[in-house]
């Protein structure tokens, strides 16, 4: 059996309650709804609106449409498995492996084209919204899995260790 490290049991412990909370069950409530509003409009008015575009619109459409999907089933799965948590299907230590971890945003807005082929608004707006929770969802997994795995900066240890250099020299 392998023995459980302080830092491992306190991870544990912060994502059992964190699955366990109100606040995760909001979060998943809304990150579940907005992938559902997101998948309604791009499989009904967005098609309507894609095709309104000119071919230059019609392919920044389909780079953020194609982004803003592949953005939303990552924060998806990465609620799915905090709820397997909270339901017990799954325990902490699973859910901190790498596989099932946030990956950062690999995806920037797309340049519209100038001229008469603006984003649709509601494609802009599903877009910002799905960056919002994307961030907030990372913020959450670093404070979540990372918070002991990283050392604090010790600004004064840092201060005393650049002036005992300076004066070694002397």
Known sequence: MT????HVANTAARVSDFADSEMFRRLFRDGMDLVEETASYL????RDD?????RSGALAYASESMGLTTQLMQCASWLLTQRAVAEGDMNADEAAEERYRLSPNKFSPPSWPAGDDPCPPRLG???LRARELHE????LDDSLFEAEVKPADNPVASQLSQLSAAFSDV
Not at 3 to 6: C, F, H, L
Not at 136 to 139: E, I, K, P, W
């Open 3 to 6: 023995p459980v490290t302080p």
């Open 43 to 46: 499989d009904g008015p967005g």
């Open 50 to 54: 894609a095709k309104r575009l000119g």
């Open 125 to 127: 707006d599903l877009a």
């Open 136 to 139: 907030r969802l990372m913020r």
